[in-house]
């Protein structure tokens, strides 16, 4: 029972190894080598989530050594809810890569399951680990993995992944430093070890630096409004499984790093009273949710205008944490499972399309007779990422709504407001133009319908938009409150 | 200034660190701004190993001649262990980075960050 936390990295780490050798035996190997490994890790995250709601949080040692010595692998409530959704959007996401990473990346589909594999391990590995320089592994394991992802596409990707690749790396490196600061003070690098040993140290100028370091770096690898120039490029110009895959994992994993170092090794009295992080975050995320709408209304390509719309959902995330109350910080959290199923589901239909030749908006005219099943979907997720009641969207943003008039701020609530409204104006935009649009012409003759494996996955996630909405009470009361009420908040 | 003179590997690596950020920020060739990010890394490995560094210490294997006891005279291992690990990773992302380089030269026959923007407006 207590292996579960170190059984899903190493399951898929090992997966692929397998996927791997086999794919260069057999190219079609691949494939379902890397199906079976994502299948079995979200298996195992489930059993880990019954585990951990029936009995509480798991501990692993790495090796044997307890706790401050050796590595903690922590399946808590929240890494149970992360770990879900990782394995879960990855299993899909691989199932859903079949044809376009034969169409789009043909010979170089032997690499591409194998980093696709350790991409989501090292996700699964930061979302486990309890000790802070582990958790730079990891990050680098899938910052690495996505990097060569993305510049496996062909036209400009390369050029995108390099940006990337200096932006992640120096991010990196900037946590990096910080955790070097915190070792230098306190000695430790388990999580829960250096939050008991903090609270006297308070003061130090090192913390304070380590802070600071930490969370720009964590900044530019979440895509924080003003760090976000990486992300555009680097979404657009992916080979469509792989934008499907890293959009909605990537950023929202940095934004739990964010959140567990927040809950779980600094408090949010600490950084919200003492420092005053948390609210310079929520500001820049009030920024950031305009900003990105409005860049989002003005593209013309659909996968460019997901992405500046991933720009400002990530702002309601840094919103959510900016609050610095336990409701903000729920719909912070909640925001990160809805976001990454949205988006998820909005960029595997992007992927379907543009392996139809449908790049820009105006390209979709009349699709919505054409493409019924993907088109339904698309209106799912957009009207989620709107926020209409019944889809999932809409509750995360009731919770940050109710955090911001907790915590009395209207200038955040108003942010949230026109927000949701800039969404709307994008995506009906999108919409009036699939539903009632005369048929373009150009189009008409290249359609297909898009085969079963591209189609089961995005009818799933466009289920899972409104399952998720209708199970947002237990996911919150039974994971989130849970992990929320662990921290220490001011006035308490 | 004294207590700065006395800091001085740390000084070092400020200096690193900065010629490593111009490099990645200010320089056109992304050649030059890999180098520029290898040296911000490599002030990261020389700032761990630093804050390990003692005086008058020996490396960290019990020594039958002095006692275990006195946690002083031994120099901690584990910034160097953490450091192995995090050059594992800096030689995987200089990896990935010149790889990607190499594609970015065969299709745009240049490496100047203005040429290749140009190149990718008029396609």
């Known amino acids: 029972m207590e292996q579960i936390p170190v059984l899903i990295p190493l399951c898929l780490i090992l997966a692929a190894l397998v996927s791997f050798l086999l794919g260069t035996w057999r190219r079609a190997l691949a494939y379902p080598v890397a199906s079976l490994g994502a299948g079995l890790s979200f298996a195992i995250a489930l059993w880990g989530l019954i585990t951990v709601l029936n009995n509480g949080p798991q501990h692993y040692y790495l090796g044997g050594w307890v706790a401050p010595i050796g590595i903690e692998y922590v399946l808590d409530h929240l890494s149970a809810f992360m770990i879900i959704l990782v394995t879960g959007i990855g299993l899909l996401c691989i199932i859903y890569s079949l044809r376009p990473v034969q169409t789009e990346l043909g010979e170089r589909s032997v690499f591409t399951y194998p980093l696709m594999l350790l991409l989501l391990a090292g996700l699964s590995g930061i979302v486990l680990t309890g000790d802070l320089f582990n958790l730079y592994v990891f990050l680098e394991i899938a910052s690495i993995s996505a990097y060569a992802l993305i510049g496996s596409g062909d036209g400009r990707a390369p050029v995108a992944a390099l940006r990337y690749l200096i932006m992640g790396t120096l991010g990196a490196s900037c946590y990096l430093i910080g955790v070097g600061f915190i070792y230098s003070v306190t000695g430790s690098l388990n999580m829960s070890d250096v939050a008991s040993l903090l609270p006297g140290l308070y003061q130090s100028r090192l913390i304070i630096g380590a802070v600071a370091l930490m969370v720009i770096g964590l900044g530019l690898k979440m895509a924080i409004f003003p760090l976000h120039l990486w992300l555009p490029d680097a979404y657009t110009y992916a080979p469509s499984a792989i934008s499907a895959l890293i959009a909605p994992l990537m950023t929202k994993v940095a934004a739990y790093i964010l959140i567990r170092l927040l809950i779980s090794v600094f408090s949010p009295h600490y950084l919200g009273d003492v420092l005053s992080v948390t609210p310079i975050l929520g500001i820049l995320g009030a920024i950031g949710i305009i900003a990105g709408s409005i860049m989002a209304i003005a593209q013309r390509n659909l996968k460019r205008m997901l992405a500046y719309s991933s720009v400002a959902q990530i702002s309601y995330i840094a919103l959510g944490i900016g609050l610095g109350n336990p409701i903000g910080l729920v719909g912070a959290m909640l925001h990160i499972m809805n976001h990454a199923v949205m988006k998820g589901s909005l960029f595997q239909i992007a992927g379907a399309l543009q392996l139809q030749g449908l790049v820009e908006v105006n390209d979709l005219a009349g699709m919505g007779r054409k493409l019924p099943y993907t088109m339904g979907a698309f209106t799912v997720a957009a009207l989620s990422m709107v926020g209409i009641p019944p889809a999932c969207g809409f509750f995360s943003k009731w919770y940050l709504a109710a955090g911001c008039i907790e915590a009395g701020n209207w200038v955040f609530l108003s942010a949230l407001i026109i927000g949701s409204l800039l969404t709307a104006v994008y995506f009906f935009r999108v919409l009036e133009k699939v539903y009632t649009s005369p048929d373009a012409p150009q189009v008409t003759s290249r359609y297909s319908r898009p085969c079963l494996s591209m189609l089961i996955p995005i009818l799933i996630m466009a289920i899972a938009i409104i399952g998720l909405g209708l199970a947002n009470s237990f996911i919150v009361e039974y994971l989130l409150e849970p992990a929320a009420s662990t921290a220490i908040w001011s006035g308490r | ?123």
């Open chain 2, 1 to 123: 200034m004294a207590k700065l003179l006395s800091h001085w590997p740390y000084l070092l690596i400020l200096v690193l660190m900065a010629l490593g950020l111009y490099g990645v920020l200010s320089k056109h060739n992304l050649m030059k701004k890999v180098i520029g990010l290898n040296i911000f890394q490599s002030s990261i490995i020389l700032f761990f190993i630093s804050i390990s560094a003692k005086w008058g210490a020996t490396v960290p294997v019990i020594d039958p001649e002095l006692d275990a006891t006195d946690p002083s005279l031994y120099a901690n291992p584990l910034p160097h262990v953490l450091m192995l690990t995090a050059i594992v990773v800096m030689v995987a992302t200089l990896g990935v980075a010149l790889s990607i380089i190499v594609l970015i030269y065969r299709r745009y026959h240049s490496l100047d960050e203005r040429e290749i923007l140009e190149r990718m407006r008029q396609e």
